[in-house]
């Protein structure tokens, strides 16, 4: 028999603000990184590796590389700073554009209703915010959001750090001249709690919540400091208790005086841990209407913050795909179809929807791949997408 004296010592069972210590966060967070720690890193600035996607979108397609470059994204999201940049995610920054057209054109629809307006751990005031702006990319210029999240870069560090079958939700924000900051915060899921609901959250659940959702944001103009970029400390997502932590008003003023902020220009991507603390900035600038595209991406075992109509999504963008062909390459249609698609197979109803052949049922993304691969109308994939959903119903 194992003798109990021998094992490891048992930690706190539940994370109070009273378990947090501002010293060991301290020395937590002062660390340092190089390009010399990393492998496929082009640079690190300011304790953030960037990483030129111009050089690595060939080594993406090449498995060996591809898996290695996303097992190093992985450890510096969980061990190393926690947040990572990928310079010229979009190489060609038309799909940007094209997409931003069409989110100024629904922040002025939303202006004057019920959409838009709040923001996360901000004031009121000069910022906009599209709630579930993947949807309503989606449905509003299908071809757009193809050639826009058909991003096999962006898709990769998804699946670095969520594995396949994630789920991607996306909420813009834009932040005008004068535009207030936010408060230094965790993310979804426990950061979205009350400080009581938090804390009510065994110790391992707060391990867990990190690695169930990424945070990114793809940048939609330059964004200079006076700007206001996303203030950043890097290496605060390793900080067990950091859930709690971030709610006392000394470890605010900490973040304060120690975060970073990385500058950006249109097309690259920021992508951190939820658990990181961070804050969107002041936009201190005079003309600068500063977008970002806020990517929170759920693993497929967790839950999404957001509801999302991916059913109404698949069938828009199912034409669209046709139509491109050739134009988007098998990694840019894989890309959007992840985007856009549930690629986990539950739950569901195992009576009307059992797994034939194999462990687990079609999923809604493996339906698309084979339509478009034995070129399917629209109509029939428009069929076959709604009598998949109606077997997945209680």
Not at 149 to 158: D, L, R, S, T
Request: aromatic share 8%; charged share 20%.
């Amino acid at each position: 028999m194992d003798d109990l004296k021998h094992r490891p010592a048992r930690g706190p069972a539940y994370f109070t603000q009273a378990d947090c210590d501002l010293a060991d966060f301290e020395a937590l967070t002062a660390q340092r990184i190089t390009a010399a720690d990393l492998d496929w890193a082009a640079a690190v600035e300011m304790n953030v590796p960037l990483y030129d996607i111009a050089d690595l979108g060939a080594r993406l397609e090449r498995p060996e590389d591809r898996r290695a470059i996303l097992a190093e994204w992985a450890w510096v999201l969980r061990d190393g700073p926690g947040a990572l940049a990928l310079k010229g995610a979009y190489a060609d920054t038309a799909p940007v554009d094209a997409a931003t057209e069409v989110f100024e054109r629904i922040i002025a629809e939303e202006a004057g209703g019920s959409g838009g307006g709040a923001d996360h751990f901000a004031a009121a005031g000069n910022n906009a915010r599209i709630w579930n702006a993947l949807q309503k990319l989606c449905l509003a210029a299908p071809e757009v959001f193809a050639r826009y999240f058909g991003n096999p870069a962006i898709a990769a560090v998804c699946e670095a750090w969520l594995g396949p079958g994630y789920r991607m939700t996306a909420q813009v924000n834009l932040v005008r001249p004068g535009g207030a900051a936010q408060t230094a915060h965790r993310d979804y899921h426990l950061g979205f709690q009350t400080a009581e609901v938090s804390a009510a959250f065994p110790a391992h659940v707060h391990d867990l919540s990190p690695v169930l959702t990424l945070q990114g944001a793809v940048a939609h103009c330059d964004m200079p400091v006076e700007s206001g970029p996303t203030k950043l400390l890097p290496f605060s997502q390793a900080y067990r208790p950091g859930y709690a932590a971030y709610r006392r008003p000394d470890f605010a003023a900490f973040f304060e005086d120690h975060c970073i902020q990385l500058p950006l220009e249109k097309g690259d991507a920021l992508f951190f841990s939820p658990a990181l603390f961070h804050g969107a900035g002041e936009n201190r600038s005079a003309d600068i209407q500063r977008m970002a595209n806020l990517l929170q991406v759920s693993s497929a075992m967790g839950v999404p913050m957001e509801a999302v109509d991916r059913q109404a999504m698949c069938a828009a963008l199912y034409p669209a795909l046709r139509g491109l062909g050739p134009a988007l390459s098998a990694a840019e249609t894989a890309a959007a179809i992840a985007a856009a698609a549930d690629g986990y197979s539950f739950p569901t109803n195992l009576d009307r929807d059992p797994p034939v052949g194999g462990l687990a049922p079609e999923t809604q993304a493996a339906l698309c791949h084979r339509a478009l691969a034995e070129g399917w109308e629209p109509a029939a994939f428009a069929e076959a997408l709604a009598a998949q959903a109606a077997r997945r119903l209680p």
